[in-house]
């Protein structure tokens, strides 16, 4: 038997719970849908609650931090300057002293030259053959210290063409000072490093590979100036100076799925999301070039579509 209605208190009638589910259905169905399209599957188009963040312009100096060790007397590497037959330099021996500037060889008339004053140590390609550009061509030996560095093969792709400056510091040691950035002995090399320093032994199959990733560290050396009071085997730092670009178009580096080369974007366009592959530059690690796909004002999602990562 149905309680009689008291004074305050009123029954709701048929119609009023009917049109209340239907708006609460309606509600619902409206809010399952995209404002574009359904995301690809295990693609994160971020949160579209989130501020969106406007492309805008700005300097990105890209500068990469690693760590290093001070060496003694290390060797380096000349690389060819072109694409072309190399010719030797008559005469020139083992242990024969240089100076900044004289010619090893010559590239299409072109001197090969050396960067700083050292000591010559041995070819690493013949008499006129031909090599490529970049290619090591000869090792020299520095008179005074370096710092050997380390890249880790997952930051390797911020050195881009090569670092053009760097500055370094010794800890516990001399501030931070400008060094002179030079190619690696990757090739044949020596047992020794200077003043005793003993290279570390190299497994033939894992090498200096990274325990994380198993992929090999990039390595750098950088020349201190002669005149630097050092000691070899100190830890230091040093700060690779990989390039600049003044008044680009730049997002946080958040916002873009990717890092290098190219990239993806969630785009607001009115109310709708779309995601747009954009043409990436230089980047400091916490901006990023934007080279192609975007325009001054667009405005992105503060998180870039970047593909979930499986939980199995």
């Given at each position: 038997?149905t309680?009689?209605?008291?004074?305050?208190?009123?029954?709701p009638s048929?119609q009023?719970?009917?049109?209340?589910?239907?708006?609460?259905v309606?509600?619902?169905?409206?809010c399952?849908?995209?404002?574009?399209?359904?995301?690809l599957?295990g693609?994160?188009?971020?949160?579209?609650?989130?501020?969106?963040?406007t492309?805008?312009r700005?300097t990105?100096?890209?500068?990469?931090?690693?760590?290093?060790?001070?060496l003694?007397?290390?060797?380096?590497?000349v690389?060819?300057?072109?694409?072309?037959?190399l010719?030797h330099?008559?005469?020139?021996?083992?242990?024969?002293?240089?100076k900044?500037?004289?010619?090893?060889?010559w590239?299409?008339?072109?001197p090969?030259?050396?960067?700083?004053?050292?000591?010559?140590?041995r070819w690493?390609?013949?008499?006129?053959?031909?090599?490529?550009?970049?290619?090591?061509?000869?090792?020299l030996?520095?008179?005074?210290?370096g710092?050997?560095?380390?890249v880790?093969a997952?930051?390797?792709?911020?050195?881009y063409?090569?670092?053009?400056?760097?500055?370094?510091?010794?800890?516990?040691?001399?501030?931070?000072?400008?060094?002179?950035?030079?190619?690696?002995?990757?090739?044949?090399r020596?047992?020794?490093?200077?003043?005793?320093?003993?290279?570390?032994?190299?497994d033939?199959?894992?090498?200096?590979?990274d325990?994380?990733t198993?992929e090999?560290?990039?390595?750098v050396?950088?020349?201190?100036?002669e005149?630097?009071?050092?000691l070899?085997g100190?830890?230091?730092?040093v700060?690779?100076?990989?390039?600049?670009?003044?008044?680009?178009?730049?997002?946080?580096?958040?916002?873009?799925a990717?890092?290098?080369?190219?990239?993806?974007v969630?785009?607001?366009?009115g109310?709708?999301?779309?995601?747009?592959?954009?043409?990436?530059?230089?980047?400091d690690?916490?901006?990023?070039?934007?080279?192609?796909?975007?325009?001054?004002?667009?405005?992105?999602l503060p998180?870039?579509?970047?593909?979930?990562?499986?939980?199995r």
């Open positions: 038997m309680p009689p209605a008291t004074p305050g208190h009123r029954r048929l009023r719970v009917s049109a209340v589910l239907l708006v609460s309606a509600l619902a169905t409206g399952g849908q995209q404002t574009d399209r359904e995301p599957p693609v994160s188009t971020g949160n579209p609650a989130a501020a969106p963040v492309v805008g700005g990105v100096v890209s500068v990469l931090t690693v760590d290093g060790t001070v003694a007397t290390p060797e380096y590497v690389t060819a300057r072109s694409r072309a037959i010719h330099r008559a005469g020139l021996q083992p242990g024969q002293r240089i900044a500037g004289d010619t090893l060889g590239q299409d008339g072109r090969v030259t050396a960067p700083v004053d050292g000591a010559f140590v690493l390609v013949f008499h006129r053959m031909r090599v490529v550009s970049g290619a090591p061509i000869a090792v030996r520095y008179g005074g210290y710092i050997e560095a380390e880790p997952t930051r390797a792709y911020r050195l063409a090569g670092p053009r400056t760097a500055r370094a510091q010794v800890t516990g040691g001399p501030g931070p000072t400008t060094c002179r950035v030079v190619p690696h002995v990757a090739v044949g020596s047992t020794t490093s200077g003043a005793g320093r003993q290279a570390a032994p190299q033939d199959e894992a090498g200096a590979a325990g994380a198993g090999r560290p990039y390595p050396l950088c020349l201190l100036p005149r630097a009071r050092v070899a100190l830890p230091a730092l700060g690779l100076n990989t390039g600049e670009r003044k008044n680009v178009l730049t997002l946080p580096v958040t916002a873009v990717g890092q290098a080369d190219k990239g993806m969630t785009r607001v366009v109310d709708r999301l779309v995601e747009t592959p954009v043409v990436l530059g230089l980047s690690g916490v901006q990023v070039e934007i080279e192609k796909g975007l325009k001054e004002g667009d405005q992105v998180d870039g579509p970047n593909l979930r990562v499986s939980a």
